[in-house]
């Protein structure tokens, strides 16, 4: 009997234990950034101190390695919505990454080699003064965006292609400048690059209003159409809301965009009225088998809402992020006390 309550002791407290373990993933990092390549394996870099780390699963987000150090970069941005982003591609993975200077630093790595550093994505140095890039891939062409202060002193829209998996980038192309003078100061961009053609998603700042638009390029970024607003309402608003949204696009070339007006959450489609997902802030999109994944922050816990309408309370914490593993799960990062968390969601 003494053995039988034991074992049943010792069960539970190493059930405790894993489940626990399997919560966080690593401790003292920040702002976590999420890719899957074509087998299925799960990378995650992030910022710990000034060390550029990532980490890797190999069974759909369980379990993840110990981290491992890519580069330790002087001045590391990691904070309040800035952070290192990793792409897969057709060769390997892209990482860019931030100084506080505000320069894009590059590494790429392939399966058979360690991770390589590449010329800086900006041309001008010392011009990404924000700490704000975004970048997305199809197959081994990358497109990057930023906010940029280069010739003005004001921040505007940048961006670069590499047709090589990030090893060399083309010349830097302006690709929006507000007529009133600079974009919106703090708050992320977002990019997508699929068969419709590179899509840029960013916070503008004309006559007083703080809202979202959208500019896309359908020859490679070489040229970018009229810069578009999203939704019908606006945001008067004599500050910077320090949040950006995000943006995925159908396989039938459909673009789909989350985004935050004062307290609600909005999505819509390009020129179509936005609808209200929920209230909070950090919102960003994924798609799974062509359906839309909301998550975002509200009351400072990260909830997630699935196409058949169901929420799910996550966790505490900020800037969440999600990626499909297939068509029945979704995994969820995040960053709480300079910790990340992560969680795998069920349809």
Request: with cysteine.
């Amino acid at each position: 009997m003494k053995n039988t309550i034991l074992l049943c002791f010792l069960i539970a407290v190493l059930s405790f234990k894993n489940d626990k373990d399997d919560e966080i993933v690593v401790t003292n990092a920040t702002m976590p950034s999420l890719t899957k390549d074509a087998k299925g394996n799960i990378y995650m870099v992030f910022a710990s101190g000034n060390k550029l780390q990532y980490v890797t699963s190999h069974n759909n987000g369980e379990h993840f390695s110990k981290p491992v150090l890519v580069d330790t970069i002087a001045d590391l941005v990691g904070s309040a919505g800035r952070g290192p982003h990793i792409v897969s591609t057709s060769s390997g993975w892209a990482i860019l990454a931030l100084d506080k200077a505000g320069n894009i630093f590059v590494y790429t790595k392939d399966e058979s080699e360690s991770w390589i550093k590449r010329n800086k994505v900006n041309d001008v140095a010392d011009v990404c003064k924000e700490g704000f890039v975004a970048i997305s891939g199809k197959g081994d062409s990358l497109y990057a965006a930023w906010l940029d202060v280069r010739l003005t002193n004001k921040n505007k829209i940048v961006g670069a292609l590499s047709a090589d998996g990030g090893k060399t980038w083309n010349k830097n192309k302006i690709i929006y400048q507000s007529p009133e003078g600079s974009v919106c100061e703090c708050c992320h961009l977002s990019v997508a690059f699929a068969s419709n053609g590179i899509t840029v998603m960013f916070r503008n700042n004309l006559k007083g209003n703080r809202d979202l638009y959208l500019i896309q390029s359908h020859d490679g970024g070489h040229s970018f159409g009229e810069a578009k607003k999203l939704g019908e309402g606006s945001w008067k608003l004599n500050a910077c809301p320090m949040d950006g949204g995000g943006i995925t696009v159908h396989s039938d070339g459909t673009v789909q965009t989350v985004w935050r007006r004062m307290d609600t959450i909005y999505s819509c489609k390009p020129s179509r009225k936005e609808q209200m997902v929920g209230k909070g802030k950090n919102c960003t999109i994924e798609k799974m088998d062509d359906q839309n994944v909301y998550v975002w922050v509200e009351n400072k816990n990260i909830v997630c809402l699935l196409p058949d309408g169901k929420k799910v309370n996550i966790g505490d914490g900020l800037f969440p992020v999600l990626q499909a593993l297939n068509k029945n799960q979704l995994l969820c990062v995040w960053q709480n006390n300079n910790n990340v968390y992560r969680k795998i969601i069920n349809m």
